[in-house]
């Protein structure tokens, strides 16, 4: 099973600043079966990115991803105060497919 | 317009069966890669099981042997049959379609096991 790790746990931060999340692997992904969610309290996750760095319908510019091999990044360049939530990272090439932790992201 | 809807949920004694459901629209079922992903109270995402366009299956080892996904394909619904539930199966959960990462959600069901 690959082990997804999420850095930092928490992030403080304020509207306007830069975000950037991490996604570590315990092997080996494609870039091709790496996704990003975000998700609110109360309501089901959202994919962000797909593909390591492909954004998924509707998802705003401000969103980016990047990384390949066992390092990935979530970058959100400027926070909107919608923005302020918990980020998963998944691997999804192997069965079962895993999720990361989680990155919260809270508002300084 | 896609969309899942789930149902089921319920409380349940440990070591009782429940069946969830999750109805499609705007897709078929039959020809996409469904998924169940659980969300126990207060922690992450837990990927449970996946049935493929070519009905393969897979399940995490945590619920291997005791929970089986299925498809109606005429009535384009995702089943999971849950036996032998623990109190850690408590969790909320959702159905997502697997098509460049999971890009539809239910709104989920919450399944509770305790005595």
């Known amino acids: ?108 | 317009e896609v969309q899942l809807v789930e149902s089921g949920g319920d409380l349940i004694q440990p070591g009782g069966s429940l069946r969830l459901s999750c109805v499609a629209s705007g897709f078929s079922v039959t020809s996409n890669y469904m998924n169940w992903v659980r969300q126990a109270p207060g922690k992450g995402l837990q990927w449970v099981s996946i049935i493929y366009s070519d009905g393969s299956t897979y399940y995490a080892d945590s619920v291997k042997g005791r929970f089986t996904i299925y498809r109606d394909n005429s009535k384009n619904t995702l089943f999971l049959q849950m036996n032998s539930l623990r109190v850690e199966d408590t969790a909320v959960y959702y159905c997502a379609r697997l098509l460049g990462g999971l890009d539809y959600w239910g709104q989920g069901t919450l399944v509770t096991v305790s005595s």
């Open chain 1, 1 to 108: 099973e690959v082990v997804l790790t999420q850095s930092p746990g928490t992030l403080s931060l304020s509207p306007g600043e830069r975000a950037t999340l991490s996604c570590r692997a315990s092997q080996i992904i494609s870039v091709s079966y790496l996704a990003w969610y975000q998700q609110k309290p109360g309501q089901a996750p959202r994919l962000l990115i797909y593909g390591a760095s492909s954004r998924a319908t509707g998802i705003p510019d401000r969103f980016s991803g990047s990384g390949s091999g066992t390092d990935f990044t979530l970058t959100i360049s400027s926070l909107e105060p919608e923005d302020f939530a918990v980020y998963f990272c998944q691997q999804y090439g192997t069965s079962p497919g895993t999720f990361g932790p989680g990155t919260q992201v809270d508002i300084k």
